[in-house]
């Protein structure tokens, strides 16, 4: 099925730990997003690209690194993981009208 | 800059009853508008769009939303609520280079009652 594609759906870290998270895309879209979202914060965005190769900081990018090497895919990194970062990870691309959402992932931070 | 107000975090409807969540946007620029859903544990997935033209636009699940320059609202309803309605709604919106200044408001969980 077309559409956005996020691995892993759940996860547990210590805090302090690394790790990635992988998004992609099968539409050619050149947008390509990652969103946390929290209990009455609604969707804060974390950081987006507008091409391959291109990244930019969106409202909360500290602590998060991102890359984008291959047009369909984005990933999300967290260098060393914080209680604060548990959270509900969506990731997004979308053509010049419209966003597609991946399932998300459910990270939790202990 | 582009802002969106949803008023109400939580909007309460018994089954059949009209549905009425209210958005409200600030852009300096035409605006394209969004309304997204949410169901329990899964992304949000794209309910209605306004970019141009017909001002009543027609989503997906018998959904619609009007989109009234004068007052700045881009409201979504639905004429009788199923229980399957039951999610997040998301208002959205963006100026015409789209993609990554789209602003979400912040959501209204609708709940519907037997």
């Known amino acids: 099925n077309a559409g956005v594609t996020q691995t892993p759906k759940f996860r547990v870290l210590k805090t302090g730990q690394s790790m990635t998270l992988l998004c992609a895309q099968d539409m050619n879209h050149e947008y390509m997003y990652w969103y946390r979202q929290d209990p009455g914060m609604g969707l804060r965005l974390i950081h987006y690209s507008v091409g391959e190769g291109t990244t930019a900081k969106g409202e909360v990018p500290d602590g998060y690194n991102v890359s984008r090497l291959k047009k369909q895919n984005f990933l999300l990194g967290l260098e060393s993981a914080a209680p604060s970062q548990t959270s509900v990870y969506f990731c997004a691309s979308s053509s010049m009208i419209g966003y597609t959402f991946g399932s998300g992932t459910r990270l939790t931070v202990v | ?114």
């Open chain 2, 1 to 114: 800059a582009q802002s969106v107000t949803q008023l109400g975090s939580h909007v309460s409807v018994s089954e059949g009853a009209l549905v009425l969540l209210r958005c409200n946007y600030s852009s300096s620029v035409p605006p394209y508008l969004f309304w997204y859903v949410q169901y329990p544990n899964q992304g949000l997935q794209l309910l209605l769009k306004y970019t141009t033209g017909a001002t009543l636009v027609k989503g997906i699940n018998g959904f619609e939303a009007e989109f009234k320059k004068s007052e700045t609202s881009f409201h979504l309803t639905k004429p009788s609520a199923h229980m399957s309605d039951a999610a997040e709604y998301f208002c959205a919106v963006s100026d015409r280079t789209g993609g990554f200044k789209t602003i979400f408001g912040a959501g209204t969980r609708l709940f519907v009652k037997a």
